[in-house]
């Protein structure tokens, strides 16, 4: 089971980045997806999840509005839109495939909002 991020880096407040989650070694289609955060000091925390079809979502009130999460199937990848982001957005953003008390995890990538 591989989950591998990408497209992090630097942006200045109120810029945009989009994170990719490939996976590998599993049934993608069937696992809930899920991105999480956990900034310096800080426990980790949900940020956003989507259905294993695609149609529902969840975002934590801290991002509703400003960040889309989104999946393609036939890809095996999960994707994190994330606009207007604030330094508050400072973080390690990492990938989850949840089914039942399954959880895999992604290494993670970090996100730096500074001028």
């Known amino acids: 089971v591989l989950l591998v991020e990408s497209g992090g880096g630097l942006v200045q407040p109120g810029g945009s980045l989009r994170l990719s989650c490939l996976a590998s070694g599993f049934t993608f289609s069937s696992y809930v997806m899920s991105w999480y955060r956990q900034a310096p000091g800080k426990e980790r925390e949900l940020v956003a999840t989507?259905?294993?079809?695609?149609?529902?979502?969840y975002y934590a009130d801290t991002v509703k509005g400003r960040f889309t999460i989104s999946r393609v199937n036939t890809k095996n990848t999960v994707y994190f839109q994330m606009n207007s982001l604030q330094p508050e957005g400072t973080a390690v953003y990492y990938c989850?495939?949840?089914?039942?008390?399954?959880?895999?995890w992604g290494q993670g990538t970090q996100v730096t909002v500074s001028s």
């Open positions: 989507v259905s294993s079809d695609g149609w529902t979502t």
């Open positions: 989850k495939a949840g089914k039942g008390s399954i959880a895999y």
